[in-house]
Nanobody, 120 residues
Framework: QVQLAESGGGLVQPGGSLRLSCAAS????????MDWFRQAPGKQRELVAA???????NYVDSVKGRFTISRDDAKNTVYLQMNNLNNEDTAVYYC??????????????WGQGIQVTVSS
C-alpha cells in the first residue's frame, strides 16, 4: 500500500502564491507518474500538471506559465508551485501517484485532497 500526505493549501489573495506538497510512503518498488488534479465545485476533476519518472512535464493550458510541477525522487515527493493565482484556481487539489508495488504490478493512488481558495 501507498499513502499520500498532502500539505500546503489554504486561502490566498488573487495574485498570490502557494506551494503544494505530496509525500508518498509505504511499500512500493518505485513511483512512475506523479500528478496534480483539481476539482472545483460543480465541475469535473481535471488534470492540472503531470510529471513522469523521466522528468517530462505537462500542464493544462489554464495554468501554463503560472504553475510549476517538480518532484524529489529521493523523498518520493511531488510539488506544485502556484503563482499568480486567480479565482478560477479555487478548487480541491488532489495528488495522484502511479506506483509499481511489486514486479509487473502497478497501482494508482490518490491523496485525500487539499483545499485551495483564492479570494480577496
Amino acid at each position: 500500500q501507498v499513502q499520500l500526505a498532502e500539505s500546503g493549501g489554504g486561502l490566498v489573495q488573487p495574485g498570490g502564491s502557494l506551494r503544494l506538497s505530496c509525500a508518498a510512503s509505504g511499500s512500493f518498488l518505485r513511483i512512475n507518474a506523479m500528478d496534480w488534479f483539481r476539482q472545483a465545485p460543480g465541475k469535473q476533476r481535471e488534470l492540472v500538471a503531470a510529471t513522469t519518472s523521466g522528468g517530462s512535464t505537462n500542464y493544462v493550458d489554464s495554468v501554463k506559465g503560472r504553475f510549476t510541477i517538480s518532484r524529489d525522487d529521493a523523498k518520493n515527493t511531488v510539488y506544485l508551485q502556484m503563482n499568480n493565482l486567480n479565482n478560477e484556481d479555487t478548487a480541491v487539489y488532489y495528488c495522484h501517484v502511479g506506483a509499481v508495488i511489486r514486479l509487473f504490478v502497478s497501482r494508482d493512488y490518490w491523496g485525500q485532497g487539499i483545499q485551495v481558495t483564492v479570494s480577496s
